[in-house]
């Protein structure tokens, strides 16, 4: 509900008395300035100054007037019919726009409200000109609100439509799925709910009229919700923020209040018995654990006071548990039915199970010390490798790159083994590298030979080569290796259009030069890089999940950075949390390029290939970006979105590559030695990591 699919079309034929009249659809530069104007005019209470579109095709200028639905030829004044095609679509389906046409709103949804631009905060936008801009709408349908974002489509080409990812971008959703809105300046910050509960925000908006129109767009959606009725949502201001609002379901105080309790109730039930400071530890679960905690107690008693100081108590099976104000200095009132305990490790509840607290200052939470060893050189890496392409004591060799990298004389080498550009056994290196070479030409003559005609009719192919192009255009640029225009850039380009043909549904997307770039720079051949390539992004380590349109791999690495935090340094992402920053979007381009813009091209090297042994973990690039966040935590907490973004983009180049390094590995080593894992955990570690060779042995994780 809310969005659909729509296509302008003007009447081609009358078709005469027996065949259906014929309506030609306008190309999507013309569509897009109408849609435009149409949206312009269909908010409640507005009228556009602007009715008319004017456009040249061939030699011929055009207007057309929304008014009168009508086309008129500037030439000889002659006119046909005009009309907004809503495209039939079935229920549950996805939409899916085809080449001229544009999502939209849906026939019967009324604009109550929008405001000016506002820009997304791409998770991946370099400056101001990458944001993608749109409107924020709110619609009504029926009984039913929505919260809309639309791209701008008279602002773009079909070329920028993909690039910056538009279509990805724009949403419509029932404002029942919401759960709370905050404003902060020119920007408002949305957080989903699922269960009643925070789960994922969205991408900061941003207002380009400033923070009245943020302010004026909460207002206006807080006062069409009062006045709907029965069974409509409704948001309300946090009384200790201002600048938060909250989304509230029609549900009684009676029912909120039985739900905090059971939150609460079922949260102490399930802790182990012997807890050391058990007291603190069941107040940080009450009022830490759950970011809508706060929020359930004022629900559940309205009347009651929201004076800090004051008390709120929930009755427990007949016992009084007492919230304290944290001025007062008392703790929470609990039962001694819970004994205090002088046991060594300490338990946490949390949504991710019961598991031990790593920040516990038993002796045995102190994390090893894990230095840097010698980087694999020529003469330690033919110990390992046979003359037939095979290698034995695969996994000896692993750890050993794992603890030192390579040496530059042997890193072309060594890509190639972990990012499996070998022969499979009983064949040749020169049959594989020839069979290779064949397999790379064949693919990419399949594009070298794609006529002029050809390219001017296939639009997908065109923008694809043309995104290429432009990306390439400006890939480590400021390296030796690429800084001139010649035959390096010309194969960074040939390598991502043959990915195409190779795999023509997920295409180029932007950030595939980035990792690319380097391996040809390592490997310094075209066709090797080319497999190489591959091997990185589909064969060997399945990076292409990370460029998917439906970015649910991004969303597994956002979650597994959020949940290995959450697991080592509660208190850090609680105030994550607090700063509308604990979906870690702030992390978006680190773990999709896999750091490659914050670290120079020869420490990045070093860091790949380390990650790409899955030495110790397959997700080893979380405990990387870990390390980061925890190397600079002290100015990380407090910061909000923006600022915190900010402050990520700035230590680019600033952070020093063997303290990641020894930092990730150290922490890794020590959550694998916690005696409980969740099992979200769990998957970091796979319980053997299986090699190709027969002479391998198998490297218990």
């Not at 435009?36 to 040249?56: C, D, P, R």
């Not at 064949?442 to 065109?462: C, D, G, L, P, T």
């Not at 192009?469 to 380009?493: C, I, M, N, Q, W």
């Not at 770039?517 to 090797?528: F, G, P, T």
Request: aromatic share 10%; glycine share 6%.
């Amino acid at each position: 509900m809310g969005l659909t699919v729509v296509s302008w079309e003007r009447l081609y034929s009358d078709g005469g008395s027996t065949d259906p009249p014929q309506w030609l659809p306008y190309p999507y530069e013309v569509a897009s300035r109408l849609e435009a104007v149409f949206l312009s005019n269909q908010v409640i209470g507005q009228k556009s100054k602007l009715e008319v579109v004017e456009f040249t095709t061939g030699l011929k200028t055009y207007k057309v007037e929304l008014a009168t639905w009508s086309e008129v030829s500037l030439a000889d004044g002659s006119d046909r019919p005009v009309r907004r095609d809503v495209v039939d679509n079935p229920p549950g389906a996805p939409l899916n726009p085809g080449e001229s046409q544009l999502l939209s709103i849906a026939p019967g949804a009324k604009i109550i409200f929008t405001r000016g631009v506002v820009w997304i905060e791409s998770r991946i936008s370099a400056g101001p000109k990458d944001k993608p801009a749109g409107r924020l709408l709110l619609l009504r349908q029926a009984d039913y609100f929505f919260l809309c974002w639309l791209p701008m489509y008279e602002k773009y080409s079909r070329i920028d439509l993909d690039q910056l990812a538009l279509r990805d971008h724009t949403f419509c959703r029932n404002l029942d799925e919401f759960y709370s809105f905050q404003r902060k300046d020119n920007r408002l910050f949305a957080t989903l709910a699922v269960g009643g509960q925070p789960s994922s925000s969205l991408p900061p908006f941003i207002f380009e009229a400033g923070e009245p129109a943020v302010k004026a767009f909460l207002a206006v959606m807080q006062m069409n919700l009062e006045t709907a009725g029965d069974g409509a949502p409704s948001i309300k201001r946090v009384m200790d923020n201002v600048n938060m609002y909250v989304v509230e379901q029609a549900m009684t105080s009676e029912a909120v209040k039985k739900a905090a309790v059971k939150l609460v109730k079922d949260g102490l039930e399930t802790i182990q018995r012997k807890l050391p400071e058990a007291e603190e530890l069941k107040w940080r679960i009450m009022e830490g654990a759950s970011a809508v905690t706060a929020y359930l107690r004022r629900a559940a008693s309205p009347d009651a006071p929201t004076d800090d100081s004051d008390e709120l108590s929930f009755q427990l099976e007949g016992e009084d548990m007492v919230f304290d104000s944290p001025e007062s200095g008392a703790g929470p009132a609990v039962s001694s039915s819970v004994p205090n305990s002088d046991s060594k490790g300490a338990v946490l509840l949390g949504e991710l199970g019961a598991f031990d607290i790593i920040g516990s200052s038993t002796p045995q939470t102190q994390r090893p010390t894990c230095p840097r060893g010698d980087p694999v050189t020529r003469k330690v890496w033919e110990t390992f490798a046979n003359a037939d392409g095979t290698f034995q004591r695969e996994a000896e060799l692993r750890e050993l790159i794992f603890r030192g990298g390579f040496h530059e004389n042997v890193r072309a080498d060594g890509w190639k083994f972990l990012l499996g550009y070998r022969p499979v056994p009983g064949q040749t290196v020169e049959s594989f590298a020839e069979q290779k070479r064949e397999e790379y030409e064949i693919m990419k003559r399949q594009w070298v030979s794609v006529s002029e005609v050809q390219y001017a009719n296939h639009a997908a192919f065109r923008e694809r080569v043309e995104r290429v192009a432009k990306d390439v255009s400006r890939t480590d640029r400021e390296t030796d290796y690429f800084r001139d225009a010649g035959p390096h850039l010309e194969s960074l380009g040939a390598i991502l259009c043959t990915w195409c043909m190779y795999n023509f549904d997920l295409g180029y997307v932007q950030g595939m030069s980035d990792l690319a770039a380097v391996i040809l720079s390592v490997v310094d051949d075209e066709v090797v890089a080319f497999w190489c390539f591959v091997g990185l992004m589909d064969t060997v380590h399945g990076a292409q999940v990370n460029f998917a349109t439906d970015q649910l791999g991004m969303k597994g690495h956002l979650e597994d950075l959020a949940t290995l935090l959450r697991f080592v340094d509660p208190q850090m992402m609680s105030s994550l949390e607090a700063s509308q920053c604990g979906n870690m979007y702030f992390t978006f381009r680190w773990l999709l390029i896999f750091l490659k813009r914050e670290f120079s091209v020869p420490d990045i090297k070093v860091l790949w290939e380390v990650m790409w042994t899955k030495h110790l973990s397959h997700k080893y690039h979380i405990f990387m970006c870990f390390a980061i966040l925890e190397m600079h935590k002290s100015e990380l907490i407090g910061k909000e979105f923006d600022e915190m973004l900010q402050f990520i983009n700035s230590l680019t180049g600033t952070v020093d590559p063997i303290k990641v390094l020894c930092c990730a590995e150290s922490l890794c080593r020590h959550v694998l030695s916690c005696t409980q894992l969740p099992p979200k955990l769990q998957a970091f570690f796979p319980a053997v990591v299986k090699t190709d060779s027969p002479d391998s042995t198998l490297l218990e994780a």
